[in-house]
């Protein structure tokens, strides 16, 4: 078993523990939404609130797990199986830090939540772009348009350039930390500018490549 596959069920144990040693510390109603200013807009009775992030983590592990079986590229996974797996545990990451913060508000320590989710999503960018570029061409992870779905080449020089486009997304996720108040903005415009980027750069090279 992969390390990042063990890493990820160990983040799920530990969720799960912590949501059954602190359930009775924690208030009847804890929060489950910010808005854009880092306040809390939202919240929802401990049950089912508690326990949604940890049943999250679950069931995409479960679902991610069981997709390559179903996937007519089911062979290349074979080839990044670890690249995969690491997509998994990123994706777990997220979610128990969300749990975390969530404990942490629902306890009156008030981290502040802009600052928070431009790391969070910094960290997120920043594996992705790592992770991104061993994903061998399939029909559910990775940089999927007509044009890589079409052509290994055009997959691998989008993946390859994806890379350098998620290092720069994360960068621009970390500039919420210090100008929080413009946290969402840094987090959302890099990541719609830069998937439109790839999605047309991998018509680029699909047409280039037909050309010659």
Request: proline content about 6%; aromatic content about 16%.
């Amino acid at each position: 078993m992969h390390i990042f596959r063990i890493l990820s069920i160990l983040l799920i144990v530990i969720s799960c523990l912590l949501t059954l040693i602190l359930f009775p510390s924690l208030p009847d109603e804890i929060p489950t939404h910010w808005n854009i200013h880092g306040d809390v807009d939202g919240t929802a009775p401990i049950i089912p609130g508690l326990f949604l992030l940890p049943a999250l983590m679950v069931g995409i592990t479960l679902m991610m797990a069981l997709v390559p079986r179903y996937d007519p590229k089911k062979a290349h996974y074979k080839e990044f199986q670890g690249a995969y797996d690491g997509l998994i545990f990123l994706i777990n990451i997220f979610c128990f830090m969300l749990f975390v913060i969530t404990i942490l508000w629902s306890l009156g320590i008030e981290i502040p939540m802009n600052q928070f989710i431009s790391v969070l999503f910094a960290i997120l960018m920043g594996g992705i772009a790592f992770f991104i570029r061993g994903v061998k061409p399939n029909w559910f992870a990775g940089i999927r348009t007509p044009w890589t779905m079409e052509s290994e080449t055009v997959w691998n020089e989008t993946h390859q350039r994806g890379f350098r486009v998620f290092l720069v997304i994360a960068l621009f996720c970390l500039l919420g930390v210090f100008i929080p108040e413009y946290a969402y903005l840094f987090i959302l415009l890099p990541v719609i500018i830069g998937t439109i980027y790839l999605v047309v750069y991998s018509y680029i090279v699909w047409k280039k490549e037909k050309t010659e």
